[in-house]
Nanobody
Framework: VQLRESGGGEVQAGGSLTLSCAAS????????LAWFRQAPGKEREFVAA???????YYTNSVQGRFTIVRDNDKSTFYLKMNSLRPEDTAVYYC?????????????????WGQGTQVTVSS
């Protein structure tokens, strides 16, 4: 499985961005999918995940502002980010697990995208 991200960029505080992660390979619908982010000097942290039955999970700081969506027909998933804040600035990574159960720790994920920079200016 290969994951290819797109959609990062720079935006002003309060703005919106949508990240995309396109997956190659089989059985996309049976995989749990997630987004993580890593700011300079910090550890990679969980942002959002969706399991095989479309149940979603979010870290508290993005709840109500970010939405994770999967499109099994396109083998693609998205992170729709609204009301962006300077503290959301980070490199964002998409990730996938072999199974449909979603976790919030990066060690549980088997496949990773290359990362895309999101910068939110104040």
């Amino acid at each position: 499985v290969q994951l290819r991200e797109s959609g990062g960029g720079e935006v002003q505080a309060g703005g919106s961005l949508t990240l995309s992660c396109a997956a190659s390979g089989d059985s996309f619908e049976s995989k749990a999918l997630a987004w993580f982010r890593q700011a300079p000097g910090k550890e990679r942290e969980f942002v959002a995940a969706v399991n095989g039955v479309h149940t979603t999970y979010y870290t508290n700081s993005v709840q109500g502002r970010f939405t994770i969506v999967r499109d099994n027909d396109k083998s693609t998933f998205y992170l729709k980010m609204n009301s962006l804040r300077p503290e959301d600035t980070a490199v964002y990574y998409c990730a996938a697990r072999i199974t449909a159960v979603a976790y919030q720790t990066p060690q549980e994920y088997d496949y990773w995208g290359q990362g895309t920079q999101v910068t939110v200016s104040s």
